[in-house]
T-cell receptor
Framework: GDSVTQMEGPVTLSEEAFLTINCTYT??????LFWYVQYPGEGLQLLLK?????DKGSNKGFEATYRKETTSFHLEKGSVQVSDSAVYFC????????????FGTGTQLKVEL | GAGVSQSPSNKVTEKGKDVELRCDPI?????LYWYRQSLGQGLEFLIY????????KSGLPSDRFSAERTGGSVSTLTIQRTQQEDSAVYLC????????????FGDGTRLSIL
């Protein structure tokens, strides 16, 4: 079946540090890939997405590139801020069949001054 | 606002009772999804609606769980004879047409079974 594996947290960084959260996937079909973010006390929000190989999704300084050859969609940000502290979820959908999301387990990020 | 609305935000009930969770999707969104977020299982898909039909119920964990959607809008997730393992945050999401459109999530209902 389809699955998403992302790096375990929590990840603790100092402000302005470089962030990478690894995500790899297994899919029976051709997936679209997503990063969702859940800030403390808030609901899930779409952060960025990519729908085909070599696409780069970007938003709020975060980027992720759809790598079909390595089945990966790693999340990166060049300089994190305290306000980026949240739980980040990598997810996929398979086109057709309603596009239900399959999520990774989530990675908690804590950014300190 | 125009987002996905879920109620109640919190629900505490005794084991064995039935509960109903409500989701009001974004107006005009034909696709509606229920997910469950729990400590042990992470985020899991439960059921997908396209209009009033549920073409994918594969994530419902047992026959104690059911859901319906009426008028192509509001959906209700019902859990009968609740068990402690049903304790979780139940999330609802909607998207424009169930295609490759982003899903917009509500804030969830936190269900606690005593």
């Amino acid at each position: 079946g389809d699955s998403v594996t992302q790096m375990e947290g929590p990840v603790t960084l100092s402000e302005e540090a470089f962030l990478t959260i690894n995500c790899t996937y297994t899919a029976t079909g051709y997936p679209s890939l997503f990063w969702y973010v859940q800030y403390p006390g808030e609901g899930l929000q779409l952060l960025l997405k990519a729908t085909k190989a070599d696409d780069k999704g970007s938003n709020k300084g975060f980027e992720a590139t759809y790598r079909k050859e390595t089945t990966s969609f790693h999340l990166e940000k060049g300089s994190v801020q305290v306000s980026d502290s949240a739980v980040y979820f990598c997810a996929l959908t398979i086109t057709g069949g309603g596009n239900k999301l399959t999520f990774g387990t989530g990675t908690q990020l804590k950014v300190e001054l | 606002g125009a987002g996905v609305s879920q109620s109640p935000s919190n629900k505490v009930t005794e084991k064995g009772k039935d509960v109903e969770l409500r989701c009001d999707p974004i107006s005009g969104h034909t696709a509606l999804y229920w997910y469950r977020q729990s400590l042990g299982q992470g985020l899991e898909f439960l059921i997908y609606f396209q209009g009033n039909s549920a073409p994918d119920k594969s994530g419902l964990p047992s026959d104690r769980f059911s859901a319906e959607r009426t008028g192509g809008s509001v959906s209700t997730l019902t859990i009968q004879r609740t068990q402690q393992e049903d304790s979780a945050v139940y999330l609802c999401a909607s998207s424009l047409d169930g295609g490759n459109q982003p899903q917009h999530f509500g804030d969830g209902t936190r269900l606690s079974i005593l």
